[in-house]
């Protein structure tokens, strides 16, 4: 199985100022057609996950452009530029490339 | 507009087993495979498998390989999660998920709570 390992687990900001998230894979996302299954989700408490970003940097329908993700083979990266109260939550990546998918532990972002 | 709508909560004992429904609706049913994922209280995500409503074609993650077992009715657009042989590490809230995963289109999340 893929292992995805995020860094920091938890992560205090100060809201306007910039929040990123590291996710690294123990093997490469990308896939034979050429994508990386790279996506990133938000859950805030007794919600499902929301989908944010998905084949690394592509933006979910609805998804402020405060959002963006970047990074390639094992390396990724979820970066907030200006971060506002409702972003408080959890951060996960997971990854898509290989059965079984698999998910980072989880960062809480606090303020 | 597309939704995924979700069973109730549900208690079990030790060794017996649950049976979680997901039904679609706004959309055209056996076109997406549908996702299964849980969460115990606390702890990460869990993908379990998926199945093709069309089809009923299935891959399970090994971890559950002979508990589990995905179903569905394509007559009233649902699919069903049943897990057997509980244990109290089974306590989780069971999502389903349309495809491609992950997707916008998430069912409410279902608690099963395994207790003697």
């Known amino acids: 199985d893929i292992v995805m390992t995020q860094t920091p687990l938890s992560s205090p900001v100060t809201l306007g100022q910039p929040a990123s998230i590291s996710c690294r894979s123990s093997q490469s996302l990308e896939k034979g057609d050429g994508k990386t299954y790279l996506s990133w989700l938000q859950q805030r408490p007794g919600q499902p996950p929301r989908p944010l970003i998905y084949?690394?940097?592509k933006r979910f329908p609805g998804v402020p452009d405060r959002f963006s993700g970047s990074g390639a083979g094992t390396d990724f990266t979820l970066t907030i530029s200006r971060v506002e109260a409702e972003d408080v939550g959890v951060y996960l990546c997971?990854?898509?490339?290989?059965?079984?998918?698999?998910f980072g532990q989880g960062t809480k972002l606090e303020i | 507009q597309v939704q995924l709508v979700q069973s109730g909560p549900e208690v079990r004992k030790p060794g017996v087993s649950v049976k979680v429904s997901c039904r679609g609706s706004?959309?055209?049913?056996?076109?997406?495979?549908i996702h299964w994922v849980r969460q115990a209280t606390g702890q990460g995500l869990e993908w379990m498998g998926w199945m093709n409503p069309h089809t009923g074609n299935t891959d399970y993650a090994q971890k559950f390989q002979g508990r589990v077992t995905m179903t569905s009715d394509t007559s009233i657009n649902t699919a069903y999660l049943e897990l057997s042989s509980l244990t109290s590490e089974d306590t989780a809230v069971y999502y389903c998920?349309?495809?491609?995963?992950?997707?916008?289109?998430w069912g409410q999340g279902t608690l099963v709570t395994v207790s003697s």
């Open positions: 706004g959309y055209t049913f056996t076109t997406y495979d």
């Open positions: 084949q690394i940097s």
């Open positions: 998920a349309r495809a491609p995963f992950p997707s916008d289109f």
């Open positions: 997971t990854q898509a490339t290989q059965f079984p998918f698999t």
